[in-house]
T-cell receptor
């Protein structure tokens, strides 16, 4: 009955590979987000989707492509992985998507690119 | 544009001592302010939030925060910390658009 879940929890891969991270929320929220947390713990938003529509797209390389098959799921696909992509990626959701709402975070996916 | 500053990267306090974590924000209008906690290896959990009304906000786990508009601050406090409070604490500000901007975090260490 986890509210926001992510798979996998850990991901170790070689440079140049393509990988996906999946996120699901069972809170009935309209908006979902992807954040990247670097080694210095800095948390930066990458994308947000509201009802399957892209709302926020920060300055992120186009190797990163989010996909939202329905409003309960937001997946992140990364092409041609680079060493600098190593980080913890957090999925989050909120009820409607305004900057005034509580966001509920998943446990994170720890990506290590070798 | 809104921004959040947490001036202390690390804070160390003894178990049972009081705690104050500092947060300053920059935003032209009335901000929406949040404190989140991240335990080791975990995601972020909301501690408390301020939208309007009483400037002293109570949160979970015995935490409180006070909004001071004149100082553009939203400091987090706890009268007596427990070893389980050791974690990373993030202050965040939300605006009228869709984003919440997070500070860089303060790592809290607890001495036995």
């Amino acid at each position: 009955d986890t509210a926001v879940s992510q798979t996998p929890k850990y991901l170790v891969t070689q440079m140049g590979n393509d990988k996906s991270i999946k996120c699901e929320q069972n809170l009935g929220h309209d908006t979902m987000y992807w954040y990247k947390q670097d080694s210095k713990k800095f948390l930066k938003i990458m994308f947000s989707y509201n009802n399957k529509e892209l709302i926020i797209n920060e300055t992120v390389p186009n190797r990163f492509s989010p996909k939202s098959p329905d409003k309960a799921h937001l997946n992140l696909h990364i092409n041609s992985l680079e060493l600098g992509d190593s980080a913890v990626y957090f999925c989050a959701s909120s009820e409607r998507g305004s900057g005034q709402e509580t966001q509920y975070f998943g446990p994170g996916t720890r990506l290590l690119v070798l | 544009a809104q921004s959040v500053t947490q001036p202390d990267i690390h804070i160390t306090v003894s178990e049972g001592a009081s705690l104050e974590l500092r947060c300053n924000y920059s935003y032209g209008a009335t901000p929406y302010l949040f404190w989140y906690v991240q335990s080791p290896g975990q995601g972020l959990q909301l501690l408390l939030k301020y939208f309007s009304g009483d400037t002293l906000v109570q949160g979970i786990k015995g935490f409180e925060a006070e909004f001071k508009r004149s100082q553009s601050s939203f400091n987090l406090r706890k009268p007596s910390v427990h070893w389980s409070d050791a974690a990373e604490y993030f202050c965040a500000v939300g605006a009228g658009d869709d984003k919440i901007i997070f500070g860089k975090g303060t790592r809290l260490h607890i001495l036995p």
